[in-house]
T-cell receptor, first 115, second 114 residues
Framework: ETGVTQSPTHLIKTRGQQVTLRCSSQSGHNTVSWYQQALGQGPQFIFQYYREEENGRGNFPPRFSGLQFPNYSSELDVNALELDDSALYLC??????????????FGPGTRLTVL | AQSVTQPDIHITVSEGASLELRCNYSYGATPYLFWYVQSPGQGLQLLLKYFSGDTLVQGIKGFEAEFKRSQSSFNLRKPSVHWSDAAEYFCASDLNTGFQKLVFGTGTRLLVSP
């Protein structure tokens, strides 16, 4: 059974650019969540996708957007990058549509640096 | 608003000694509660979770946690720490909002001394 994978591992961008981060969910999982973890902080919830639809969003501006594909893999897109977007971006997958409580399995993350 | 507090930023424990990491949550009702561990270069791994029922929860790697409603706490414990336990530990809560949204504390970094 393959776990959650994310690509790329590291990424360096300049302010104002756009970036796309990718996540492959664990086999059989239909829900993907994205989190932003700034240095020295706990992860913060960005949004969640269930069966290709966004079904929950945290306190992040619209320049953070995403997609979920029919195979349940997902992308996180960030436009107009700002210095404060520098962080570790974590993807988590889970099986279920019942809401809270399902175990989320996390990938190793993508380290984004914005210069 | 829902929040999770981990008051200890760093904790140093001698190998073989016992460990307790503190976690307090702020919410009127009882949320779902979790403890995760994060090692360098690794994603978050779930240690244990509490939904309801028995307030003492057993997890992986010899960890346990006790839910205390009166103190709004969910402290993580281990009777004997191993050097491999050195990592960052996160407490998290999840309200039953209809979708999964984990709210994390700021984490506690565990250092294990020989």
């Amino acid at each position: 059974e393959t776990g959650v994978t994310q690509s790329p591992t590291h990424l360096i961008k300049t302010r104002g650019q756009q970036v796309t981060l990718r996540c492959s969910s664990q086999s059989g999982h239909n829900t993907v969540s994205w989190y932003q973890q700034a240095l020295g902080q706990g992860p913060q919830f960005i949004f969640q996708y269930y069966r290709e639809e966004e079904n929950g969003r945290g306190n992040f501006p619209p320049r953070f957007s995403g997609l979920q594909f029919p195979n349940y893999s997902s992308e996180l897109d960030v436009n107009a990058l700002e210095l404060d977007d520098s962080a570790l971006y974590l993807c988590a997958s889970s099986l279920g549509s019942s809401g809270s409580g399902d175990e989320q399995f996390f990938g190793p993350g993508t380290r984004l640096t914005v210069l | 608003a829902q929040s999770v507090t981990q008051p200890d930023i760093h904790i140093t424990v001698s190998e073989g000694a016992s460990l307790e990491l503190r976690c307090n949550y702020s919410y009127g009702a009882t949320p779902y509660l979790f403890w995760y561990v994060q090692s360098p270069g690794q994603g978050l791994q779930l240690l244990l979770k509490y939904f309801s029922g028995d307030t003492l929860v057993q997890g992986i790697k010899g960890f346990e946690a006790e839910f205390k409603r009166s103190q709004s706490s969910f402290n993580l414990r281990k009777p004997s720490v191993h050097w491999s336990d050195a990592a960052e530990y996160f407490c998290a809560s999840d309200l039953n909002t209809g979708f999964q949204k984990l709210v994390f504390g700021t984490g506690t970094r565990l250092l294990v001394s020989p």
